[in-house]
């Protein structure tokens, strides 16, 4: 039986802004060309050494993930700093959280960060402060998210609006993007894409 519009499943997204002291999340319903806002926060980690920070974004992201439920997840590529320590640490940071998700069987989409931007304002070198305004616009929201929360809304929305045509190329969403690539999530994860109301 094929499910008609009013009985098909808004995909849940959950967006991810990596970083080691602050990661935003941000989760958005979407349905057809409809956007709507769930939630949005940061996850913080204390100082302290490097691998109790590290499960603190693992343990936090699992959290949200429980909360929120949601079907799939996008996580922003690593930018490469002139700094090789910062990026290390930014990698680890990233890697924490794509575990998080991972571990609660989440297909994860990664997307650079022009990706992003042309996806949410039409600019691939937008700035920051234009990518919060957009988000505000796109989900209707009474005030701009925090930086981090844009961040990660942003994401969201880039891997919505991206969903279509990885659904045209008859790709799942247990795969993992990386680039142009698409790279299979692990085996067993779910596939929101083909679920259908009963």
Known sequence: MIATASQRVPARILGLDPGLRVTG??????????????ASGCIRTPDGELPARLRCLLDGVGEVV??????LAAVEIVFVNVNPKSTLLLGQARGAVICGAVSRDLP??????LQIKQAVVGYGKAHKSQVQQMVQRLLDLPRPAGPDASDALACAICHAHAGAGAGRLG???GTRRRGGR???APPGTRDPSRERMP
Do not use: C, K, M
């Not at 429980?66 to 079907?71: E, M």
């Not at 994860?108 to 960060?113: D, G, L, N, W």
């Open 182 to 184: 698409l790279i299979q």
């Open 171 to 173: 790709l799942g969403a």
């Open 25 to 38: 999340f941000g989760i958005i319903d979407h349905l057809g060309s409809q956007l709507r806002y769930v």
């Open 66 to 71: 429980d909360t929120y439920s949601p079907t």
């Open 108 to 113: 994860v989409a990664e997307y650079t960060a």
